[in-house]
């Protein structure tokens, strides 16, 4: 009922040091970062620090949900995912509720595949 309350699954990631420096190199560019799924999202999200993405291994239990503003991450590829999932919050939080019901209703007319192995969408 309440979306803060609940607890984000945790998972492991490595960035290598020559990810983190061309991310922070494009980002001081201000060249767009293009994120292929959401666990690299949730990834580059939590290795940022405020002020460039930090290599290493560490892990994340970030939930992104409508008013989490992104740092890294300005475009994405991703699935289309189940209805009510933590998914479609991360993916509302950074187009759009409205957009995401936009996208959905067309995949649906269109019969796309959804899950993992389905279609995807660019989100930017």
Sequence with gaps: ENIEN??????????????AEAINKAK???RPVLAV???????LESASDGKGVRAGTSS?????YPGYEFK???KM???FHTPESTLIMLVSAFAGR??????????VEN??????YGDCMFIR
């Design 6 to 19: 609940h607890k984000m699954h945790e998972e492991w990631y490595t960035i290598p040091v020559e990810t």
């Design 28 to 30: 001081r560019e201000g």
């Design 37 to 43: 799924g959401t666990t690299s999202v949730r990834t």
């Design 60 to 64: 994340t239990s970030i939930f992104m």
């Design 72 to 74: 890294v991450v300005d």
């Design 77 to 79: 590829f991703t699935n």
């Design 98 to 107: 409205e957009n995401i019901l936009n996208a959905y209703k067309t995949a």
């Design 111 to 116: 019969r796309y595949r959804f899950f993992s």
